[in-house]
């Protein structure tokens, strides 16, 4: 159920695990991608409603002097281009203040819709940095490889001179071509590694194992193993084969065990 509502603050503030935070915006609440292993299924009312912030652009304008100078990330309880923006333009309206206000500004999305290239001159203006965090873990692309249509955007975008870092967060096994989707991506383009995990507070466990059974029953052993089991040896390889390339970064140092 979509749901439009009036937001109390433009931006709200995220712990991180160094003791610092940062600076979110959200222009949505909720998000419509579904994806089976978010963590935000710990909250047992995500996914029952998508709230849209119809007042969050006027509200940014009002309080962007208390965030003055700070970095600011947009999507973090929201995906800021999934389907809906191509109605409500919220991430675009709160990328144009941003941009009069010289804000260093991340953009995190993993949506598969190229809706993002429509705001790259956009991006351009911007005399602040810009940082696209570009998700290639979206599930209906999950087992594209080369063909996957992030690494599309993501090198569209960088062409066009816009900071980019690719986040294969989670790894899917075995449904994805790992080697087809580094050699596809723009090589000064770096990439994100992090392990597939489950929580079984939101039922992470029962939703990718299902996923699993329906689209790539051949794995179901396999995940199986690795999820429940302590199986290593694919992320093992993995580690092995890419932990010496300059552009290939694991987000947690536990790989190579």
């Known amino acids: 159920m979509v749901q439009e509502v009036i937001a109390e603050s433009a931006f709200t503030t995220e712990g991180q695990p160094d003791g610092t935070s940062i600076i979110i915006v959200d222009p949505y609440t909720?998000?419509?991608?579904?994806?089976?292993?978010?963590?935000?299924?710990?909250?047992?009312?995500?996914?029952?409603?998508?709230?849209?912030?119809?007042?969050?652009?006027?509200?940014?304008?009002r309080q962007i002097d208390e965030i003055r100078g700070a970095g600011v990330y947009i999507g973090s309880k929201c995906d800021p281009y999934m389907p809906l923006e191509q109605k409500y333009h919220l991430t675009r309206q709160c990328l144009g203040?941003?941009?009069?206000?010289?804000?260093?500004?991340?953009?995190?999305?993993?949506?598969?819709?190229?809706?993002?290239?429509?705001?790259?001159?956009?991006?351009?203006?911007?005399?602040?940095?810009?940082?696209?965090?570009?998700?290639?873990?979206?599930?209906?692309?999950?087992?594209?490889?080369?063909?996957?249509?992030?690494?599309?955007?993501?090198?569209?975008?960088?062409?066009?001179?816009?900071?980019?870092?690719?986040?294969?967060t989670p790894i899917l096994p075995y449904v994805m071509n790992i080697d087809e989707m580094i050699d596809e991506l723009d090589d000064g383009i770096p990439v994100y590694f992090d392990k597939l995990r489950v929580m079984t507070q939101g039922n992470q466990d029962k939703k990718i194992l299902g996923w699993i059974r329906s689209k790539y029953p051949q794995y179901f052993d396999e995940y199986t193993r690795i999820l429940f089991q302590g199986d290593t040896v694919y992320y093992r390889e993995l580690y092995t084969k890419y932990s010496r390339n300059p552009r290939c970064r694991f987000m947690t140092d536990e790989w190579g065990a």
């Open 30 to 61: 909720g998000c419509e991608l579904k994806c089976p292993y978010c963590f935000q299924w710990n909250d047992s009312d995500w996914g029952k409603k998508i709230l849209v912030n119809l007042n969050i652009p006027e509200l940014l304008s």
């Open 97 to 168: 203040i941003l941009a009069k206000h010289n804000s260093h500004v991340y953009i995190t999305t993993k949506s598969d819709n190229q809706l993002i290239l429509k705001d790259s001159n956009l991006l351009k203006s911007f005399q602040a940095p810009v940082t696209v965090l570009m998700g290639l873990s979206n599930i209906s692309q999950a087992d594209k490889g080369r063909a996957n249509i992030n690494i599309q955007v993501a090198n569209e975008l960088k062409k066009q001179g816009i900071d980019v870092w690719c986040f294969i």
